[in-house]
């Protein structure tokens, strides 16, 4: 298998997304990747025939960690993400830094609504708000025609859902 572009910046992904074939399926994760992603991958390349593309995003989003939530412990190993996500045969891996996602202070966030006060919202206020903003950012910077998402983000699915309607995405 050839090894998927690693695009770190903004500006990379905008470079290699010139290089994709359409449909483009984005892959949205916070790295780690197991079994459940291995899945989600699957998916997406079935999705992408006979001529598309598989781009992995890998970002841990601060916006949805609230205080004394473990994000500085979140598990990170790019390496072994880029390994399996060469082995499933995806063209990309986005996998920007803080500073790349957040070149400022977020003044703008996409509020989730009366959804944002049910599941994790409820015990983990401003969750939702984050998942919503840092998806809006990659479905501008990657520009898929597909995203998969995992059961477990049913919830998150739903609300992006209504987001890519309301904003015509």
């Given at each position: 298998m050839t090894p998927p572009?690693?695009?770190?910046t903004r500006l990379g992904m905008t470079a290699g997304r010139k290089l994709l074939g359409s449909p483009i399926v984005l892959v949205p994760t916070m790295g780690a990747l197991h079994d459940g992603h291995v899945a989600l991958l699957r998916?997406?390349?079935a999705l992408s025939q006979p001529n598309?593309?598989?781009v992995v995003s890998v970002f841990v989003n601060p916006l949805q960690f609230g205080a004394g939530e473990d994000l500085e412990r979140y598990p990170r190993d790019l390496d072994?993400?880029?390994?399996i996500c060469e082995r499933e045969g995806v063209a990309l891996v986005f996998a920007p830094g803080d500073?790349?996602?957040y070149p400022r202070e977020q003044l703008i966030t996409v509020d989730p609504g009366p959804m944002g006060q049910?599941?994790?919202g409820a015990s983990r206020p401003g969750f939702f708000t984050g998942v919503l903003?840092?998806?809006l950012k990659l479905f501008q910077l990657v520009g898929p025609q597909v995203a998969v998402f995992g059961t477990l983000g049913k919830i998150h699915a739903c609300s992006i859902e209504v987001i890519a309607d309301s904003l015509g995405l």
């Open positions: 572009v690693l695009a770190r998916r997406a390349a598309g593309s598989v072994t993400d880029l390994a500073a790349q996602m049910v599941l994790e903003t840092v998806v």
